[in-house]
């Protein structure tokens, strides 16, 4: 099965200076796989001078919205975002894997839950999705948004937030803490920190009612946020994260070799599965990822980041034990559950066994 699927532009609108939102049309033969839940992601390939590089971008678009987008924001010196944003025409055709990514809760309609969301800059675009959907879907429920940027002229979808406060009025808020921008409320103006957490939730927004909490944005500012969301009582299970594009450093980081994998340094059995076949074959146990043997063994593995924060490359350790480097993606049960990013795993055993299809 062909993992990356042709699908063409059928809109391109510039949201900020450096930002625009692109739609996608899948052939009718596709439909149903890129049928995505709220919150996931796209990934994306193309090659440039000859190199193909691969980026995720978070759907912005709601279940009942009717379509695909994503919206895309230029980071510095990035080719893909500065191409998306310079270059990419109406009637393109992209490279994309079908949606992925964790970055959601179950809807339930009979339900009334409250929501609280905090975004940094392109953060915005996962949030916006579960926003949508959430208000659509689960008529009574509420959510609000607290959403950082460097100044209103940087504010991603801002047209779009005021809409939905209009049509969902009472269920739907937003406060916009600006960086650089003097606003009327003291609070409401410079970074994130705990300071600032502390008055949010003692004046703006009562703790003890969030069901759950959305953050998507920098590491920094997640963390913060992250730190008071337990400090004023939610558990790790209400506290849900995604990393936003613009942290992904796109290549792996030079490996140092630990205590373990030096220990039980020589060469492992490796057995992966994908699609329904499995490779066997051999690699050093502290020199590259899994994901790196895989594709070098001429597997189709799945990857976007290669950096531990996307989570396009997770697999399930079968059998074996192996070394994860960085985490950013997978949950603490999902790792528990014998999950791994495999672009961030080295070989510890003599021999593993690693399935994609679990
Ligand atoms: Fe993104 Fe491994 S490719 S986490």
Sequence with gaps: MARFHALQVTDIRRDTRDAVVVTLKPEAADKDAFDFIQGQYLTF??????????RSYSICAGKDDGCLKVGIKR???GAFSTWANEELKIGDRLDV???MGRFFTELE??????YLGFAGGSGITPILSIIKTVLAREPKSTFTLIYANRQTSSIMFREELEDLKNTYLGRFSVIHILETETQDIDLFTGRIDAEKMDLLFRLWVDAEEVDTAFICGPEPMMLTIADSLRKHGL??????FELF???QPGRAKARTMSQAAAAGAGTCEVSVTLDGSTRNFQ?????TSVLEAAIANSMDAP????AGVCSTCRAKVIEGEVEMEVNHALEDYEVRAGYVLSCQCIPVSDKVVISYDE
């Design 235 to 240: 558990s790790d299970e209400q506290i849900r």
């Design 245 to 247: 594009a613009s942290s």
């Design 45 to 54: 390939r193309r090659d440039f001078d000859g190199e193909e590089l691969r």
């Design 109 to 114: 309609p009979e339900k009334v839950k409250s």
């Design 303 to 306: 990857f976007s980041c290669k």
């Design 97 to 99: 894997m079908p949606p």
């Design 75 to 77: 980071v510095e010196g």
């Design 283 to 287: 690699m050093e146990k502290n020199s």
